[in-house]
């Protein structure tokens, strides 16, 4: 993992360092042609995606969000916004996970910027855990996983979560059921999205 990665400050948060891919395609490619045979997944843990960067950026620049409160970030990938979170003074930060690669990567880039957060390896669709804040980085990029995912995040808010997504334009994001916060044009690795600056908006969650 150190191989192929270096410590960089992110580029809309850069109050925070990661361990990130230095050239995307490559370790792409790599990772791919090496373990797709045995169905572990693409390194989405090392780069930061324009969905995380925003919560970030709005974590940080709003800090009463996460204050004193138990947090949620969901599908992690590289910790971003769970050390976001843990910067802005969260009480607890759990930080979700199936990829055992990412969370290898979690635990580097928590503590190249001094925080701690719990690791949750197992899938949390579905689960309570009594989280009040809950970020959710680019999660719409799959019709089906989408779909459930918002409808768990949609039970969360119901029960009174404050529920934070971050996305680019992803194609599957249901704009109907969120309402805008903010936008920011977020500088992206261009071998991996279409535009090297995606405009990119941190939505809350209708309950």
Same mark, same amino acid.
């Given at each position: =993992? %150190?191989? $192929? ?14 361990? @990130? ?40 620049? $709003?800090?009463? %969000? ?5 947090? %949620? ?8 916004? *769970?050390?976001?979170?843990? %910067? ?7 930080? *979700? ?8 990567? =979690?635990?580097? $880039?928590?503590? *190249? $910027? ?46 009174? *979560?404050?529920?934070? @997504? ?12 969120? @309402? ?28």
């Amino acid at each position: =993992m %150190l191989a $192929n990665t270096r410590l960089h400050p992110v580029p809309h948060a850069p109050e925070i360092s990661l361990h @990130v891919a230095d050239e995307a395609t490559p370790l792409w490619l790599r990772t791919e042609e090496e373990l797709g045979e045995i169905g572990l997944p693409p390194p989405f843990w090392a780069f930061a995606w324009a969905g995380g960067q925003a919560l970030a950026r709005y974590v940080l620049d $709003n800090p009463e %969000l996460v204050r004193g409160r138990r947090v %949620l970030d969901f599908a992690s990938g590289s910790g971003l916004v *769970a050390i976001a979170a843990a %910067l802005a003074g969260a009480a607890s930060v759990d930080a *979700a996970e199936i990829d055992p690669f990412a969370l290898a990567a =979690m635990d580097l $880039n928590a503590a *190249a $910027n001094g925080v701690r957060f719990r690791a949750l390896e197992q899938d949390q669709i579905g689960l309570d855990d009594g989280w009040q804040t809950v970020l959710a980085g680019d999660i719409c990029y799959e019709r089906e996983l989408a779909a459930r995912v918002i409808d768990w995040l949609a039970g969360l808010a119901a029960r009174g *979560a404050v529920v934070l @997504v971050g996305d680019p334009g992803r194609a599957y994001l249901p704009k109907e059921r969120l @309402v805008p916060l903010v936008s920011y044009a977020v500088p992206v690795t261009r071998e991996l999205e279409d535009l090297a600056i995606k405009q990119t908006t941190v939505w809350r969650l209708k309950p």
